[in-house]
């Protein structure tokens, strides 16, 4: 994840609110048309894709209301600024993904024990609209997934729906050529797994930021050496590095200085050091001396 401020991708937050809106509108009513699809035809792999896009509709719908949220500026009830709202609305995404793939597996598991008959001309027609809508999704959050977490992962959901679409359009011509009913709740198995698989890989990031882990990048060990590297420095500990949100990197540490070393000097030269270098622009340094010993040494880390 990134870790600093400095973004390439610049769009106006209204613009991009507006991208978003647009992308919830026609996934809403895409769902509409797999759902009825779906029902008519009789194949649960188009309900499933449906229910795959219902998600990321209601997903976008999370990351809007986010967006607008972390767009607050710091009080005194969040001194951090409300910028967390998108993380927190990701891992509610995420969540929400593993309820549906464990939903459809069950689901699944059920029709292949009695595969009902599918109406496989519906399946493609309607999947074909599927593919379309998710590329439209897609090309309005394509440049917003840059610099959100939110995003990146409904512009992903987007791209895991269209292979999705071109599942369900393979079984349903496998379904007109041979009539192997079968096919259709084992797409449906492949696209939960998918899901399973992509939501895996994806919350682990929003996990690290919301448990306060160190990011990926910088790397604490590397910070480490390049504060206790700087001339001054005698000794380095109770060090802390996390994530504030997504895109700023909070860094605080005790240093021990020789004697008579300049405060203020030491301080201005490691934080520049932190900014140039590593991309951390919220550093707290805690200077203390060998006479002085450290403040903290009585209370646990």
Aim: with cysteine; proline share 3%.
């Amino acid at each position: 994840m990134p870790h600093d401020h400095h973004h390439h991708h610049h769009i106006d937050p209204g613009a991009g609110d507006r991208r978003v809106a647009w992308a919830v509108v026609v996934n809403m009513a895409l769902t509409l048309v797999q759902i009825v699809g779906g029902v008519l035809s009789g194949s649960l792999a188009l309900i499933a894709d449906a229910i795959h896009n219902f998600s990321d509709a209601v997903s976008l719908i999370i990351a809007l209301v986010a967006r607008r949220i972390a767009r607050r500026p710091r009080d005194a009830r969040m001194t951090f600024g409300y910028g967390r709202a998108e993380v927190v609305a990701a891992l509610v995404n995420y969540t929400t993904l593993f309820v549906i793939a464990f939903y459809l597996i069950a689901e699944a598991v059920m029709r292949l024990l009695d595969p009902p008959g599918v109406e496989g001309w519906t399946v493609v027609i309607v999947a074909g609209v599927a593919l379309l809508v998710d590329a439209v999704t897609a090309a309005l959050t394509y440049a917003m997934s840059k610099d959100s977490v939110n995003i990146r992962a409904a512009f992903l959901h987007n791209l895991a729906d269209a292979l999705s679409s071109v599942a369900v359009i393979f079984a349903g011509t496998l379904i007109l050529i041979y009539d192997w009913r079968l096919i259709d709740p084992l797409v449906t198995l492949g696209i939960a797994g998918y899901i399973l698989w992509h939501a895996g890989r994806e919350v682990m990031p929003v996990v690290r930021i919301l448990m306060l882990g160190s990011p990926a990048s910088p790397d604490i060990a590397a910070v480490r050496a390049g504060v206790a590297a700087q001339e001054g420095v005698e000794d380095i500990h109770h060090t802390h590095l996390w994530q504030i949100d997504e895109h700023r990197t909070a860094f605080e540490t005790h240093l021990v200085v020789r004697d008579g070393a300049d405060f203020a000097e030491l301080t201005e030269r490691i934080k520049t050091m932190l900014a140039e270098r590593f991309g951390i622009f919220h550093a707290t340094l805690e200077l203390e001396t060998a006479a002085s010993g450290c403040a903290d040494q009585r209370r646990p880390d």
